[in-house]
């Protein structure tokens, strides 16, 4: 089936909508249905993609919470939180360690405009010490009821919302590709209008084919893989 053009000006219209400074960290957070619930918030506020730390020997797996929006967020997993948190400090971000304690900052204080990530901990004991110790700043959503803490879905939503209610009061939600590296904008989306011809390319160590205006694959495949484009 070709991938019809008002499907191909979707795809586009949301990838333009992506922002790469804005991420999250997920510390052993690992049941499906919180995984699936935060990449659906992922994907609705526009996050280019997420990161993980699992336990060992452990896969992140989803349900049908997520309606396939591990499909549009790829979730990058990490063996080692101190290695992540490095790299994404390199890169520009601005860590912010979610921590029920007195020590952390109410997170509306905060301004989440620039490079961000939220680190989000597992669902019995929350962040590591060591995490906690490697963060730049830890916030809360402060609490009025019985229960000490929000489930990590839910929290994570309310931050991820709360940036983007700043980013857009401040005019800085991307619209027209901004907000993606410019050197992966292409390739991300013929990941996302082929996913298996993308598959296969990777398979063989070649390029991705250019697409035209309308999202057509401007070279010849093979008939196998035309067949289920
Ligand atoms: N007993 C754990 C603790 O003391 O951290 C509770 C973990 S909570 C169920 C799972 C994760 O959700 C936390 O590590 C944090 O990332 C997030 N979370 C839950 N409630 C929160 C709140 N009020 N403010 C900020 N993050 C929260």
Same mark, same amino acid.
């Given at each position: *089936?070709?991938?019809? %053009?008002?499907?191909?000006?979707?795809?586009?219209?949301? &990838?333009?909508?992506?922002?790469?400074?804005?991420?999250?960290? !997920?510390?052993?957070?690992?049941?499906?249905?919180? &995984?699936?619930?935060?990449?659906?918030?992922?994907?609705?506020?526009?996050?280019?993609?997420?990161?993980?730390?699992?336990?060992?020997?452990? +896969?992140?797996?989803?349900?049908?919470?997520?309606?396939?929006?591990?499909? @549009?967020?790829?979730? /990058?997993?990490?063996?080692?939180?101190? $290695?992540?948190?490095?790299?994404?400090?390199?890169?520009?971000? /601005?860590?912010?360690?979610?921590?029920?304690?007195?020590?952390?900052?109410?997170?509306?204080?905060?301004?989440?405009?620039?490079?961000?990530?939220?680190?989000?901990? $597992?669902?019995? @004991?929350?962040?590591? %010490?060591?995490?906690?110790?490697?963060?730049?700043?830890?916030?809360?959503?402060? *609490?009025?009821?019985?229960? +000490?803490?929000?489930?990590?879905?839910?929290?994570?939503?309310? !931050?991820?919302?709360?940036?983007?209610? +700043? /980013?857009?009061? $401040?005019? &800085?939600?991307?619209?027209?590709?901004?907000?993606? %590296?410019?050197?992966?904008?292409?390739?991300?989306?013929?990941? @996302?209008?082929? %996913?298996?011809?993308?598959?296969?390319?990777?398979? +063989?160590?070649?390029?991705?084919?250019?697409?035209?205006?309308?999202?057509?694959?401007?070279?010849?495949?093979?008939?196998?893989?035309?067949? /289920?484009?």
């Amino acid at each position: *089936m070709p991938l019809l %053009p008002r499907r191909f000006e979707r795809l586009k219209a949301v &990838l333009n909508r992506r922002m790469a400074d804005l991420t999250v960290l !997920l510390e052993q957070v690992d049941k499906p249905h919180n &995984l699936s619930a935060i990449l659906r918030s992922c994907d609705a506020v526009g996050v280019l993609e997420a990161h993980v730390v699992s336990l060992k020997g452990r +896969q992140a797996t989803f349900n049908k919470t997520a309606q396939g929006s591990q499909k @549009w967020v790829p979730l /990058r997993a990490h063996g080692d939180s101190a $290695a992540v948190i490095g790299q994404l400090k390199d890169r520009g971000f /601005r860590l912010y360690g979610t921590h029920l304690s007195a020590q952390a900052v109410d997170y509306r204080s905060c301004d989440f405009t620039g490079p961000t990530a939220f680190v989000l901990g $597992a669902e019995k @004991w929350g962040l590591s %010490p060591q995490t906690t110790a490697l963060v730049d700043q830890a916030i809360v959503i402060p *609490m009025q009821g019985m229960v +000490q803490s929000l489930n990590v879905s839910v929290a994570t939503a309310t !931050l991820l919302f709360e940036a983007l209610r +700043q /980013r857009q009061a $401040a005019g &800085l939600v991307p619209s027209d590709g901004e907000g993606v %590296p410019a050197e992966r904008y292409d390739d991300i989306l013929f990941e @996302w209008a082929y %996913p298996q011809v993308a598959a296969w390319c990777r398979s +063989q160590g070649r390029p991705y084919p250019d697409l035209n205006d309308e999202g057509a694959i401007s070279e010849d495949l093979p008939r196998s893989l035309r067949l /289920r484009c």
